[in-house]
């Protein structure tokens, strides 16, 4: 992954392949931001001027670069808008910076050094700029051929950024970029599994994948496979599974601090390939769903941010694995299901099948009593409708717990919202056969949904419920630091949620 480090040098003296400076939209054309003093310098101070007859506005996303004629050590000078000029006495958002160093950091892609001259007013700014710049740089290569295309210098990410205007020995700068360098990293990780092909990536594979990290990093990890499964009565994950040649997993993964008060329960719904089952999705509707198991890398990579992070909260990832195909072995639509909390549920459509699987984990996680779960998942078309692309829904049994997620989520920069349970939805789920069905009314879907993993959750225990159909995957062109594909959605959501935990934000 690409390097991040800080320093106090000049723009004018630092030796690196490009300077990234910032250039907002001012009320008489675009105003380069605070932090690229130099660099205006090293342009006669007349950057502002050679920006606009460029045609360069400060519009957010917009990339301007400059050839350096003198003054500077690095040959190139990269602008990058951060929008409109905020209002005397204001500093630039968080999200503005680290989406510009994000868009900073995709047009510097074949470029080996870069310098970010953005503004730097204190260790939230510095964790931005380098959370945005090495989400940017990210790039998904494990699949290109050995060829000509993989080594060209050309197309290798971002390898090294450097933020000026930050003590690299203050200790506040320092763990903010740290901290930052872990985040990325993990989302990284995420964006990796989830963009992984589900020929390689299934339920035994994504196993292996957390039982490596978990050495890596001094985790606890246990694995249940099919015969263990079988024989704990986990009927949801058995079910879903039971169709495909690679039967399913349910993963544990635990992080503990000696010195923990609370333990948090992360739980993520992971189909490594969603092909809806007998209940077969359309073409048009399964081209993407290798990223099923979205939830699943977004709770993984959580655990071991927080790991890496030490923080003092005891944090346990599950991973409810399995791949969803029709076969001879599938569940039918009608067939009966008896899952591991002991109730039945009957499937009326396979393709609802991370409910399934999350109720299975969620009655699991729910034994242990920890503090709070939080379930992660793609779970349904109708939050994408609902929310859109960017957006992930947030259900919650507790209102507090649900207004908390989608604070956190918004001082992290993660698009959420929060959306209701209501109770009458419920009776749209009873089955004439079983305890209930795996679906229900489908206006509302999503709701419907968070009700049915409602049922699963422990007594007492708060619960939330994130549903990133819509943001875990990204098919548009690429913007700030968020590419195409998998995007790592809500996993600085979940390290916020347990660095609130730890330092006893939280109930
Ligand atoms: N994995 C899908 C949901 C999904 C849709 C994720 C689009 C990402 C993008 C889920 O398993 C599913 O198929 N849900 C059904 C539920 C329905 C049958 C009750 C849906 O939303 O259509
Ligand atoms: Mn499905
Ligand atoms: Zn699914």
């Not at 320092?174 to 872990?182: C, I, L, N, S, V």
């Not at 909390?341 to 729910?366: F, I, P, Q």
Request: aromatic share 4%; net charge negative.
């Amino acid at each position: 992954m690409t390097a991040l480090t800080l320093s106090t040098s000049s723009a004018a003296t630092l030796r690196a392949d490009a300077i990234v400076v910032g250039v907002a939209k001012g009320p008489k054309g675009p105003v380069v931001a605070p932090g690229a003093e130099a660099v205006d310098k090293a342009f006669d101070g007349k950057l502002a001027t050679v920006l606009e007859t460029l045609g360069a506005g400060g519009g957010e996303g917009e990339v301007t670069k400059l050839p350096v004629l003198s003054g500077l050590k690095a040959p190139v000078v990269l602008a990058v808008g951060l929008g409109d000029q905020p209002a005397k006495g204001d500093g630039f958002a968080e999200e503005t910076l680290r989406r510009a160093a994000g868009t900073a950091a995709r047009a510097l892609t074949g470029t080996k050094k870069a310098a970010f001259a953005l503004p730097v007013e204190d260790a939230e700014s510095v964790a931005a700029i380098g959370e945005g710049a090495l989400m940017g740089a990210y790039a998904f290569t494990a699949y290109r051929g050995n060829g000509a295309a993989k080594k060209d210098a050309k197309s290798a990410p971002l390898a090294e950024a450097v933020i000026l205007g930050a003590k690299p020995r203050d200790k506040a700068f320092k763990a903010a970029a740290e901290r930052a360098a872990a985040v990325a990293a993990e989302v990284n990780r995420a964006r990796d599994l989830i963009n992984m092909p589900s020929n390689d990536l299934d339920p035994k594979s994504f196993a292996a994948e957390a039982q490596a990290a978990a050495k890596e990093f001094g985790l606890k990890v246990e694995v249940l496979d099919e015969k263990a499964l079988l024989k704990g009565g986990y009927g949801g994950l058995m079910g879903v599974g039971q169709g495909s040649a690679t039967p399913p997993r349910l993963v544990r993964l635990a992080y503990t601090h000696p010195k923990a008060e609370k333990t948090l329960a992360l739980v993520g719904k992971g189909i490594t390939y969603d092909s809806g089952g007998i209940s077969l999705k359309p073409a048009g509707h399964n081209e993407t769903m290798k990223c099923d198991m979205a939830g699943a890398a977004a709770v993984f990579a959580a655990v071991v941010a927080v790991a890496r992070l030490g923080l003092k909260v005891n944090v346990t990832g599950w991973l409810a694995l399995a791949e969803n195909m029709p076969s001879g072995n599938a569940t039918r639509p009608g067939d009966v299901l008896k899952m591991y909390s002991g109730k039945t549920v009957e499937v009326l459509n396979t393709d609802a099948e991370g409910r399934l699987v999350l109720a299975d984990a969620l009655t699991r996680a729910s034994e242990e009593n920890p503090d709070a779960i939080v379930d992660v998942a793609t779970l349904t078309g109708a939050m994408v409708l609902a929310l859109g692309n960017r957006t992930f829904g947030v259900m919650a049994n507790d209102d507090a717990f649900r207004t908390s997620l989608y604070e956190i989520a918004e001082e992290v920069g993660e698009q959420a919202w929060p959306m209701p349970l209501p109770a009458e939805l419920r009776k749209s789920m009873d089955s004439p056969v079983a305890d209930l069905a795996n679906m229900g009314e489908r206006m509302g879907g999503g709701l419907v949904a968070g009700l049915f993993l409602q049922e699963f959750v422990g007594e007492g225990i708060a619960w939330a419920h994130l549903d990133i159909a819509g943001p875990a995957f990204h098919e548009s062109a690429p913007y700030g630091y968020t590419p195409k594909g998998g995007t790592g959605s809500s996993v600085r959501t979940l390290v916020r949620l347990a660095e609130r935990t730890a330092d006893g934000d939280l109930g």
